[in-house]
């Protein structure tokens, strides 16, 4: 434990937050020895006390007061430091004396309130030291030379008392005191104890409450604190700051009661002439005090030996303290019962190791526990006989599954706990079966069977043997239920059953329970919620469960196979588009279901055109007439899909209009303009019959001359062909006899066709050197009169026969 001497104590109260007022100069420190002080706090102001008391000018701010009483006579200064060095952190002190009283305390012997910032000093500390100025105050606002935060120390006698009071009234540090000169203060007492001597105080709680309280004589340590000291007087207090103001004691020091355990007293040492003084501390604590957690211990009813449970069993003591100390060391531990409080605490009629109640059910008894530091504890205890569950025989009837009835099943055996707990809450059930524990989903070895049930009372821990008869129904019946054909454009094998239209039979008093499992419905768990609407879990072939009960007996169980019959495999839609003719009445198209798996033979077909029955019944069928056909396949099974198949009109073409664009322009053109009845999809070709053929009714670059126009209905409903007309006028012609160009000639001119054209032929003069005629048929060899002309630019004036006129010129080249 630690220690506080009187000068620690004093440390330690001003660097803590103090929880009292500030001190003032009736509860001034005393200051004995001649130790140093650091880490020094000034808080507060308390009572005003220095107004009109000094030369310096300055009230209380923060302040301590100290009363130093001078032991030998001499030279009395001190150094005041504070923590921090800023310069603008200010300390001032006063000192007064000697031997004044607190109520006329008088003008200051010495004093000093200059602000060591303003006055531009190096450091901030300030105190009284040995300086020959004979300066005895400073401050405020001096401007003295000599004025530097020290003034002369004083010069004091034996047994002189002083007060000094240190205040600060700018910044926030704390400080130290150093001592200086020749004088010396009174010496504190002592405590004067013996070593390997200790004040601590250890008691056990022997009073009738075990609480950890107790009363403490704490005057037994006055005489080892004193030792042969004389003029001193021992005070006893509960915390520091009582123990320095002496301002509150501990009045029942022979007779204390502790308010903690343990718990810090603190003991003063004063002498009572000086008032120095000593404190130091010291714990009691009650000790090795008995703890017993538990308070009460129960056994269930022993009818083992044909007892009727009448609350009474014998109790096993060592087993009733182990569960009352809850796992505590019980090493030198005395431990007895008692039949009462007062006989414990005399220690008469202790329990023998066993005890037989004679109170049915519940009984108070009183344990004594007792330490090696005989320190005890009576506390009573109750003896708790549980009464044991009561035994029932019942009977859980399970069916077998109808697959193979042989009465071998599995059970579901919590569905016999209601009947072995009668629905109580706090009783746990386990099964067995010859002795060895069985899963509470068990199939029975014999039919009928008998198990044991060991019903538990989870409060009390407490046991019965009942018996569950176990008995299986083999009764059983054939369900089924429609199938139903896949969903168009789903086709996942997935349908939802309404399994109340199965083929079950229920009797008047029967119920009926869908499972998907076999399981599932021998254990009755996780039934089918909505049986009116559910969905197969398997594709295609899928099986639930009828658990059919009377009651709680079960009396059958039947598979139901929910089908779903998959649609005929077919082409849905018409691969392309399909045309008859209208100009062809007698041409016919096929059309067929397009079965893509499977025999023609395996299905049956509906012929409709635009919704109209047809009377075709076959595979396929023969047809001249647009609208759209649809065709309903079924098979063996019922399933019917639907193949649909638009068939269109189209004809061959009826030209309104061809438009031929030359002699004018650059490029001759042509394009065919049909007629609104051509209904059907057409192609074009330019001379050639055979093609190629293009989807443009637009040709450009057409040379002059007669052309033929070529129009087919790709849908196969014929082609239609038409002259066309283009003219055409040479650029240029080479009368050499070469065999090319040795004429120049008017395309898409001749007898036949444009024959009333006439052209004019003039040189660069305007001379007319040739007049051709329509139905000319070999045009103008280049000579005039017989005679060549020379190689130049022609003109020429063409009136055509369809009453346009067009002017140009071209080249003779030799």
Known sequence: MVKLNYLYLFLFLFIASKSTAQNDCVDAIIVCGNTGFEGLSATGVGIQELNGTNTCGSNENNSIWLQLSIANGGTLGFILTPESTNINVDFDFFVYGPNVSCNNIGQAKRCSTINPAAMGAANNLTGMRDIASNQESEGPGTTNPADNGFVEWLTVNNGETYFL??????????FSLTWTGTATFNQPPTFQIPVGTGLDIEKCDTDLVQDGFTEFDLEQNTNTIIGTQTGVAVTYHLNQ?????????????????????????FARITDTTTGCFSISDFEIEVINSVNIP?????????????????????FVLSDVTTAIMEGQDLTGLLIDYYS???NARDNIGAFSPTYYNSTPNQEQVFVKVTNPDGCFRIKAIDLIVNPLPTKVTTTLVQCDSGLNPDGITLFNLNQAIPSLTNGASNLSVSFFDNGNPINTNYTNTSNPQQIQAVVTNTRTGCSSFSILNLEVNVLSQMVTIAPLCDIVDIEDGFRSFDLNTSTLVLSGTETAVFYETLEDALLEENAIPNPSDYTNTTAYDSTVFARVEDGNDCSGISSIRLIVN?????????DDDVYVCANLPLKFITLNASILVGSQSDYTYAWFRDGTPLPQTSYSIQVNLPGTYTVEVTNANGCTITRTMPVLNSSDATIEEIIVQDVTIEVNTITILLDASSIGNYEYSLDFPEGPFQESNFFDNVRGGIHTIYIRDINGCGMIQELVIVIGIPKFFTPNADGYNDHWKISGVDRLFNSKTVAYIYDRYGKLVKQLMGDDTTGWDGTFNGTQMPADDYWYVINLEDGRTTKGHFSLKR
Not at 258 to 264: E, G, I, L, M, R
Not at 566 to 574: D, F, K, T
């Open 340 to 342: 009462s409080n007062t």
């Open 241 to 265: 700051n009582d123990a320095l103001t002496n301002d509150t004691f501990i009045n029942n020091s022979t007779n204390f009661t502790n308010t903690s355990n343990p718990q810090t007293i």
């Open 165 to 174: 009071i240190i205040d600060r009234p700018i910044g926030t540090s704390n």
């Open 294 to 314: 538990g308070s009460s211990f129960a056994i269930c009813d022993d009818t083992s030996d044909g007892d009727d449970g009448n609350g009474q069993g014998t």
């Open 566 to 574: 998959r649609l005929p495999n077919i082409v849905r839609e018409g």
